[in-house]
């Protein structure tokens, strides 16, 4: 159950997400885009069951009208060594299923406070795709407890904007994928710092440990992790079909420039 249910006025504020790497512009068929999504505990206590949620789409409402069907979204599993795609699916109707590029990927037990993971992704778009405008999200979600009882809490997330442009469009200056909140503000990424190979603009301190990712949720092989898959994968809908379509209402009347 998420922890907004069992207490209305809880707020998720101990993970910060972000978004760096991703190209601000990309051309339908131009192959594979890599970026990074690093999970960051801002807190100053330690959060079991830590689970990373990543998503591409765009802003259409009308579901034929979508990305998803049009791009893979890959992460690195870092166990295996090998890309793995990152894709789910809900129900939006009895009997009609939406499939999306987006899901939980991957997870850690314990992340103590500062520390982050940072998970490299990678997409890419096929030449008959829409045109126009999308978006990357990342957030996380974690085990707590609220009066008394076990309950998972999610993060708002993050998001980052860009465009695709036509099959054959120049695209010699691709820039980078603009953050949906607070644009052009100069608010220091969580993380590793510059020069780091792993993004982000704000140099780890002290007791900084990035942890190990652990692959595919499903695939842990850890007890003590299974909890995370059954109670943070049930939710999936709750967390990504969900912010699939306030994303999208929320630019419908405000699409980027």
Sequence with gaps: MPCDYVDEEYVADTLESEISGLPGRIVAGSGWHEFSLTTTNTSDVTLNGVAIYAEVENFEIDEDKALSPFLSLQYFNETTK??????????????????????????????????YVTNKLRLAIKEDAPVGDGYAFGSGGYLDTVNGE???????????????????????DPGEAKPGTDPGT?????????????????TPQGGVSQQPVTGNLAETGSSSAMPVIGLVGGLAVLAGAGAVFYVRKRKASDTPA
């Design 82 to 115: 090998r890309w793995a795609e990152i894709r789910d699916s809900y129900e939006i109707d009895p009997g009609t299923t939406v499939d999306w590029a987006g899901g939980y990927f991957t997870g850690v037990e314990t992340m103590k406070p500062d520390d």
């Design 150 to 172: 076990r309950c998972i809490a999610e993060n708002y997330g993050t998001d980052a904007y860009f465009s695709v442009l036509k099959p054959g469009s120049s695209n010699e």
């Design 186 to 202: 100069d608010k220091p990424k969580p993380g590793p710092g510059p020069g780091s190979g792993n993004g982000g603009g704000t």
